[in-house]
C-alpha cells in the first residue's frame, strides 16, 4: 500500500528531473545581458553570440569576436549549442559552426573586429558584394582570430 503513494511522487520527480536537463539557449536580454568574456551589456542584436555547454549552463557574448576568443580556452566537445547572430536577420540565432562569417570595415562590430555573420554561402556573397571585405566559414575564422 505504501509504494501505491511513492510512485506518483517519483515520477513528478523523474518528470521535473527530465525537464530541468533541457540544453537549449536562453534568449538574449538585450541592454541587460552582459558579455561572458568582456562583460559590457548586450545590446547589438546584428553581432551578438552565445553557446551552451551540456550541462545546461548559459554563456552570452556581445559580439562574435568575443565568442571566438572565449572559445579559444574551451574544449568545444563539451558544448551542446554554438549560436551567433544572423546580420541579416537581427535578433535571430544560427549555427556557428554552419553560419558563414565576413569581415569588412563597412559593417562596425561592438568590439572593433568588424565581424558579422549569415547563415549560408548565398547570403555571405550577397553581403560581399554590399560591403566587401573577407569571408569566412567557421573553422577559418578560429584560425583566423588564433593567429592574430
Avoid at 572565449?70 to 540565432?93: Q, R, T
Amino acid at each position: 500500500m505504501k509504494f501505491k503513494f511513492l510512485k506518483p511522487i517519483i515520477g513528478a520527480f523523474i518528470l521535473l528531473f527530465t525537464i530541468s536537463c533541457k540544453v537549449e539557449p536562453e534568449s538574449i536580454v538585450y541592454g541587460e545581458d552582459q558579455c561572458s568574456f568582456c562583460r559590457m551589456n548586450i545590446v547589438d542584436k546584428t553581432h551578438a553570440a552565445q553557446f551552451v555547454t551540456k550541462k545546461g549552463k548559459q554563456f552570452k557574448f556581445d559580439a562574435i569576436e568575443c565568442l571566438v576568443n572565449d572559445l579559444s580556452e574551451k574544449n568545444e566537445a563539451n558544448l551542446s549549442l554554438i549560436l551567433v547572430a544572423n546580420y541579416g536577420n537581427p535578433g535571430e540565432m544560427i549555427d556557428a559552426k554552419t553560419a558563414m562569417y565576413l569581415i569588412s570595415s563597412a559593417i562596425k562590430s561592438p568590439m572593433g573586429a568588424n565581424l558579422s555573420a549569415v547563415e549560408n554561402s548565398e547570403k555571405i556573397n550577397e553581403l560581399q558584394q554590399q560591403y566587401s571585405g573577407k569571408t569566412y566559414t567557421w573553422v577559418s575564422l578560429k584560425k583566423h582570430f588564433s593567429n592574430n
